[in-house]
């Protein structure tokens, strides 16, 4: 079984995937170890730790040279978070999904919103031809990838994020998504009728508020992301590791 089809499997379980998000090869090969089975970059980890603003400021030809690097330092399927796509013209996206799957793919997220001086929503019937050229794309060429959808209304804090997500979803799955990634949502009620809106897998990411894994599995998500908060923890303790060891002039907490 290739690597795809295990992901698309890891998806279909009743328990969730919950997706080890790394930001270089070290904390890839860390989540393989710890035992995860599937593993995929944040692009605020990756963008933040290479010294870039999140947004689709890092280099594409780097994104892609740090796909190949981990997907050939682990045995378990990786997705990529690819933002908007790293263009608003449909040929070049299809072009960069070619060189993410050629460098081992298994997986995309791709957002419905673009970056900039403010995160603005695409019109979901505009976003909707992209997934379908999308997906055409891929059955001619023969090539396999996970298209795990993000809308934005929660991340964006709309007062009526609830519809808008219920409304794009059917936009989404009809267009060939594989998979819905919903970040920020925490209410049960809220992820609740997400869930209900569609046969699609649901994607929860990390929040404070999330209901339990426990409560997440009996409301039928199917995927929990860690986002940037494992980057996050890890640089808060080195840092307030370091400033330990200046402080004291000692080094044997290092040890």
């Known amino acids: 079984m290739d690597h795809y089809q295990r992901f698309l499997n890891l998806h279909k379980s009743t328990a969730p995937l919950l997706l080890g998000n790394c930001w270089d090869v070290n904390s890839a090969k860390m989540l393989e170890t710890a035992g995860y089975p599937a593993i995929g970059f944040s692009s605020h980890a990756l963008s933040t730790a290479l010294g870039y603003e999140d947004g689709e400021r890092l280099p594409f030809d780097l994104l892609v040279r740090m796909t190949k690097r981990v997907v050939s330092s682990i045995n378990v399927p990786f997705t990529v978070d690819m933002e908007g796509g790293f263009s608003r013209n449909i040929d070049q996206i299809l072009a960069n999904i ?104 649901i994607n929860v990411m990390a929040m404070p508020g999330l209901p339990d894994w426990g409560s997440l599995q009996l409301l039928g998500i199917r995927r929990i992301s860690m986002g940037p908060f494992l980057f996050s923890k890890v640089y808060e303790r080195a840092a307030a590791l370091a400033e330990k060891v200046w402080q004291e002039k000692n080094l044997t907490s290092l040890y």
Do not use: M, W
């Open 98 to 201: 070619d060189q993410l799957v050629d460098a081992g793919a298994s997986g995309i997220n791709l957002e419905d919103t673009v970056a900039g001086a403010a995160r603005e929503f695409q019109p979901a019937t505009d976003f909707a031809k992209i997934i379908t050229a999308i997906v055409d794309h891929l059955s001619r060429t023969n090539k396999k990838l996970f298209l795990n959808i993000r809308t934005d209304g929660f991340l964006l804090n709309k007062p009526d994020a609830l519809s808008e997500t219920l409304s794009r979803i059917k936009f989404y799955e009809k267009a060939g998504a594989d998979g819905i990634f919903v970040p920020c949502i925490t209410d049960r009620h809220d992820i609740e009728h997400v869930v209900n809106a569609t046969a699609l897998p």
